[in-house]
């Protein structure tokens, strides 16, 4: 039982920490307190009980009527009781009548793998039309040793006035991952797609994929915390679908 506001972070940073489930860790909440009349917590907590006895090998996380695989989650509503989506990956369950679950789950382990070391240089911030990166150089001599950027759609960034080509390049060369997200929710980063696109690449941005934001960040906390000392495995694994978290070969 979580809070909503956080949740989302709760439920991708548990994915990654035990890896190789057999069985469900599952999050749930409320918009409204137990106590209250129309509280949505009784069918939330009684639909995600019932689900935890599901072979179900999965960190999910259950609101209102889906259970959806928690590290593909955002957080849409702060007032209605469907308060949750998954943009880029289907429901792991339906709730109604029926408890109808998805054939897309991952393969239950044999092994649990359980990590808890996490690193928190990384930052993120939201370009905005009259950005300027010039703004940003106190990143550059910072201890951080991850940058993400929330990109316009496919991971478009300006390439000419205030452009954001050389500052992508000065912070690859400090030796920091710039990792390039969407800030539209559904679909992916394609870098291959436009000529900016191929200049930040060639600059040092590494495309999240279809990643939310949230997971690119919890993702690459993770990934310091193991491999502090190595970017080039980082920058693979980041790559790589560790727990469903990333449609692969989409580029």
């Known amino acids: 039982i979580h809070g909503t506001d956080a949740m989302v972070y709760t439920a991708t940073a548990l994915s990654f920490m035990f890896q190789g489930l057999s069985k469900p860790i599952i999050l749930t909440g409320a918009q409204r307190p137990l106590a209250m009349i129309r509280s949505d917590a009784r069918v939330n907590l ?3 009980i019932e689900l935890a006895t599901k072979n179900i090998p999965e960190v999910g996380l259950f609101f209102g009527t889906n259970l ?7 957080k849409i509503s702060s007032t209605r009781y469907e308060a949750f989506d998954s943009p880029n990956y289907p429901p ?3 709730v109604g009548l029926d408890i109808n679950l998805s054939k897309e789950f991952l393969t239950a382990g044999k092994t649990l793998h359980y990590q808890d070391n996490f690193s928190d240089l990384v930052f993120t911030f939201r370009y905005h039309p009259g950005l300027s990166p010039q703004h940003l150089d106190f990143l550059l001599g910072s201890p951080l040793k991850a940058v993400i950027i929330e990109a316009l759609g496919v991971g478009n960034l300006p390439t000419d006035i205030n452009s954001f080509i050389p500052f992508i390049r000065k912070l690859s060369e400090a030796g920091k991952l710039v990792i390039i997200c969407s800030q539209s ?6 870098l291959d797609l436009y000529k ?6 060639e600059a ?3 495309s999240a994929g279809d990643m939310t934001t949230a997971c690119a960040l919890i993702k690459l906390m993770f990934l310091l915390g193991q491999h502090p000392q190595d970017p080039s495995e980082i920058t693979r694994l980041f790559r790589k679908s560790l727990v469903g978290e990333l449609s692969e070969n989409t580029e």
């Open 68 to 74: 959806y695989r928690g590290n593909r989650t955002i």
């Open 204 to 206: 040092g941005g590494i």
């Open 185 to 190: 929710p559904h679909g992916r980063i394609r």
């Open 196 to 201: 900016c696109g191929n200049q930040i690449s």
């Open 46 to 48: 009684i639909s995600s």
């Open 92 to 94: 792991l369950a339906r």
